[in-house]
């Protein structure tokens, strides 16, 4: 990284620092503003390559989508919450888990984040173990195994968001 | 008592209540690791989640309130990941996957 | 409204005692660290509730500093298990 990208992404960090301060501070006078002014670049300074491993890119089409794939997320996690809470009240306890290997097309380390956990919010699978793009995954039932391994439908969403990689 | 608002608290907090009670039912009486963490990742993340919204419709605009959400968000990040390195770790120690029929540990 | 904060948290403590029993039997570590997450998780419920019904907020500040907590030291351990020592 370097130039013009590096002071972006210094500014960036510390945008995102002072907003924390003030959130957590809740005082506007200038001590307090001051103070805060200057921990949050001296930490950006030190440590903006932290957050930003690659240039920011990614513009006003990133942001749509990613607001609808968290609308869409919403929903998954509730149906997520009452699927588990169905399984464990009933009497049988009507569970057939597997483990399931998979690969993606995924290389960007953000994405393979977002697409781990999302699996792990949305109903009946949790992420065991990422290794390059192949993803070990523990399936409740068989009908979520049959999900990832076939219809794929959390991978095309992800696809969305990050349509480069 | 029967304003709206504190309908709407009410019934937040006691939805998450339940969920936060199916969490540690589920981690007593599924099988093993993988099945816990489904129980323990996923209903108690939701049960979080809707009583500190219900905190947030009691709160009202304030400064409080977005810290509630930042916790909300916060959390939303933390538990997948922290649920991930465990599963992970068992995973890597050989703990074995419990399959129908088994006997239960 | 308080007397429904002060009922929630008594609920909460009373889970955290049923989250203690596996933390109890196990049977090994990883079932008891995956126990020992879900009770500080529910303490971070626990300490807000206690600022509302106390009526200070300090606690949210105290509460958002114990979830980074509570994760950090998950992952440390989770990985101390994996590798035998944190590196």
């Not at chain 2, 323990?40 to 400064?63: H, M, P, R």
Request: glycine content about 8%.
């Amino acid at each position: 990284m370097k130039g013009i990208e590096r002071i972006i992404s210094i500014i960036v960090t510390a945008g995102i620092l002072f907003g924390f301060w003030i959130l957590l501070s809740a005082h506007f006078d200038t001590f307090h503003l001051a103070a805060g002014a200057a921990c949050a670049i001296i930490v950006a300074l030190l440590s903006h390559d932290l957050l930003f491993t690659r240039p920011v890119r990614g513009g006003f089409f990133t942001l749509l989508h990613f607001t609808h794939y968290c609308g869409w997320l919403f929903i998954e996690i509730w149906l997520a919450g009452l699927d588990v809470a169905y399984r464990v009240l009933h009497p049988d306890l009507p569970i057939d888990p597997q483990v399931v290997t998979f690969d993606t097309p995924f290389t960007d380390d953000i994405v393979r984040t977002v697409f781990a956990n999302s699996m792990t919010l949305t109903p009946g699978t949790i992420t065991i173990d990422v290794s390059g793009s192949t993803y070990t995954v523990h399936a409740l039932t068989s009908e979520a195994a049959r999900d990832l391994t076939e219809g794929r439908s959390i991978e095309k969403r992800v696809h969305r968001i990050f349509p480069e990689t | 008592m029967f304003d709206p608002v504190s309908i709407v608290v009410a019934a937040l907090i006691i939805m998450g209540l339940f969920f936060m009670i199916v969490g540690p039912i589920g981690l007593i009486r599924l099988p093993d690791l993988f099945t816990r963490a489904h129980a323990s990742g996923k209903c108690d993340t939701l049960g979080q989640a809707l009583i500190l919204l219900g905190l947030i419709v009691y709160e009202g605009f304030t400064f409080d309130a977005v810290k509630l959400l930042l916790l909300i968000i916060f959390l939303y990040i933390m538990s997948p990941t922290a649920t991930h390195a465990i599963v992970r770790a068992a995973h890597i120690l050989k703990y074995h996957a419990w399959k129908p029929g088994e006997e239960r540990e | 409204m308080i007397d429904l904060f002060t009922v929630t948290g008594l609920v909460l403590i009373c889970t955290i005692f049923l989250c203690l029993f596996r933390v109890i039997i196990g049977p090994g570590a990883c079932n008891r660290l995956i126990a020992a997450n879900t009770i500080g998780t529910k303490i971070i419920l626990l300490l807000v509730l206690v600022g509302y019904i106390y009526g200070r907020n300090l606690f949210l500040d105290i509460a958002l500093a114990y979830a980074m907590i509570n994760f950090l030291a998950t992952l440390a351990i989770a990985k101390y298990l994996e590798k035998g020592c944190i590196c």
